[in-house]
Antibody, heavy 115, light 109 residues
């Protein structure tokens, strides 16, 4: 059974940093494209970014609102996906979902940016 | 800035047929935008329904179908069941970056 479990969310002040993790199991993580999607409270879905498998170059694409502040990375030896979030803004407050390139989804982890 | 537009809300009767659409501010939607569709119920993560315009996941009920219609991506439900009441989101890819539509709230009455 495919499972992705997010962790690392919490309360952080504007301008602060946070790293989210996503532990994956039940599939060959090394071959998988992975993505992050977020959802602000009461709002719609927002695509955050995606990372290809290492065999396909391991390159990343980040959405414009987070480019230069957020970085997606992966550790295939640990079957783990990461989202490093720097220079956080109030508008980054959201539930962050880890997905197997939008097919299988985790339950999400809440990030709250507030002073 | 690219905008993907969906109907904010639709209402359908049980047993009926409804089509949700997904339009791009850049022009006609083609298969090259790799349209995806998702269903989200309150308090739950999204669930993938359709990828690559019209391909279903193993769990996607047969009553859901994806297509291109009049320059837009479309999701058709027929016959609609009460449990289909949910928010539906489409996603299009632009040069490798995904953009979600604002979502359609489907009410089954």
């Amino acid at each position: 059974e495919v499972q992705v479990v997010e962790s690392g969310g919490g309360l952080v002040k504007p301008g602060g940093s946070l790293r989210l993790s996503c532990a994956a199991s039940g599939f060959t993580f090394t071959n998988a494209y992975m993505a992050w999607v977020r959802q602000a409270p009461g709002k719609g879905l927002e695509w955050v970014g995606r990372i290809k498998s290492k065999t396909d170059g391991g390159t990343t694409v980040h959405a414009a609102p987070v480019k230069g502040r957020f970085t997606i990375s992966r550790d295939d030896s640990k079957n783990t996906l990461y989202l490093q979030m720097n220079s956080l803004k109030i508008e980054d407050t959201a539930v962050y979902y880890c997905t197997t390139d939008l097919k299988d989804w985790g339950q999400g982890t809440l990030v709250t940016v507030s002073s | 800035q690219t905008v993907v537009t969906q109907e904010p809300s639709l209402t359908v009767s049980p047993g009926g047929t409804v089509t949700l659409t997904c339009a791009s501010s850049t022009g006609a939607v083609t298969s090259g935008y790799d349209p995806n569709w998702f269903q989200q119920k309150p308090g739950q993560p999204p669930r993938a329904l359709i990828y690559g315009t019209s391909n279903k996941h193993s769990w996607t009920p047969a009553r859901f179908s994806g297509s291109l219609l009049g320059g837009k991506a479309a999701l058709t439900l027929s016959p609609v069941q009460p449990e289909d009441e949910a928010d539906y989101y489409c996603l299009l890819y632009y040069g490798g970056a995904g953009v979600f539509g604002g979502g359609t709230k489907l009410t089954v009455l």
